[in-house]
């Protein structure tokens, strides 16, 4: 498997993409910028959102696109598809070609998760 390089900006990670992973990035990236004052970047190869510590990510994959929040256990109610892993109460939501999340619900989960961190600090140090 050749390993390939990071995008250098959030722009370039997207301008990358084709096909229904640009367009569901697109749409994922307008409603999080939407939603809160965040921080946008390029970290572990993919956009990383930050407010008073890391928030949200989303991450185009071969056959999916990741929708994942550093609390998003916390965020199940807004968004029952989150599927609960790893550290930090993470939760992602799987989105296949096919499948969608609307604007509306992307705005509330990236607002809440800006929130959960305004109120409990950054969830790499709890």
Known sequence: M???????????????L???R???????RAAVRSAATLDEAI???????FARG????IRAEEERVLFGFWRGQRLR????????????EMA?????????????TARRLAAKAVALNKTLGDPTKA
């Open 54 to 57: 890391p928030v949200l990510l």
């Open 92 to 104: 992602t939501l799987e989105i296949a070609k096919g499948t969608t999340i609307d604007a509306f």
């Open 22 to 28: 640009r367009d569901c990035v697109e749409t994922l």
């Open 18 to 20: 084709r096909g229904w």
């Open 77 to 88: 109610l807004i968004e029952p598809r989150l599927k609960p892993g790893g550290k930090f």
């Open 2 to 16: 050749k390993k390939t390089l990071p995008a250098a900006t959030p722009d370039s990670y997207v301008s990358a």
């Open 43 to 49: 970290k572990w190869g993919h956009l990383v959102y």
